[in-house]
């Protein structure tokens, strides 16, 4: 499905997923991937461009430091998703709200990821989802479109997988952690759309900050004197609608019992994704720096 920018080589470092690429800090603040070689002298060969991180990865550390040690102490609690189905005039509108505990840029980038992400079953040694192709339309700053397919995994009857394809174009906002979401060809759907986006949950406020409760983060490093934990609110919208005969009863049961049984295993491969950075903590600045190396070899191969 591609290669993992940014978090990617982050996170598989610590859950032991396939190895790629991580940010480098640049002076303005902004995360950069690698480093612009002079290449004047050699014109047959174009300038790399420089690309822009939209996350703060040394913060993003920090955090998972501090996650890393209160595991130890007191294991975060995992609580289920909370998904609400309702149905208008055939017309199905999922409600999903997961917490997670790991920073919000970890979960975005993480749902974002070329390579799709963490979601592999390991009990059968499968990808829950991956992506079959990848194309960026339009960038603008931290917009972009993408046009991407997807194969999502589903037991038939407990008989056999079928991977189900999912042809969608995506609006990404990499600063505000916002993806809305489209279908231009998916398997027995007539409708298939929706949106999510991760907000920040300021884990330890109340214990540390009292009643000066904060309303940003850096409100919340400040009152909690660097030591709060930010965790991750996921808020999806999914609305689907099947194609006839399968939006009628009982074969629309069906087409909704398997978007919602998929969703929950997605989530669920989510949730055990920050479980392991939770045990495993950040990796090393040797390991990060080793990594830098195939950055900007990653970023064309996103842009082919």
Known sequence: MGVFTGFGRWINLNSQQPLKAE???????????????????????????????????KEDRRQERLWHEAEKKHPW???????????????????????????????????????????FDYEKWRDLMKNTSRKVLKENGPKRVIMVEKAVAYNFLSLTTISIPIHLTMEENRKDLTTKYKKEKVMLMKV???????EPIYVDQKRLCKKRLPKSREEYKKCSDGQGRIGSKLTINQYFEPYPPFNIPPLSWFIRGITIKTSKKLLNALQQLAFNLRQAGP????AIKAS???????HNFLKI
Do not use: C, Q, W
Request: charged share 30%.
């Open 292 to 298: 830098e190396i195939e950055t900007v070899e990653a």
């Open 192 to 198: 298939f759309k929706g949106d999510y986006k991760v």
């Open 77 to 119: 609690h995992i609580p289920p998703p909370k998904i609400k189905v309702t149905n208008k005039k055939g017309l199905y509108h999922m409600n999903i709200e997961l917490t997670v505990g790991t920073t919000p840029d970890i979960v975005y980038y993480t749902m974002t990821d070329p390579k799709g992400g963490p979601f």
């Open 283 to 286: 990796p090393s600045e040797e």
């Open 23 to 57: 940010s480098k800090r640049s002076e303005n603040g902004e995360s950069k991937l690698g480093s612009e070689k002079d290449t004047n002298n050699v014109p047959a060969k174009k300038k790399k461009k420089k690309v822009v991180i939209y996350y703060d990865g």
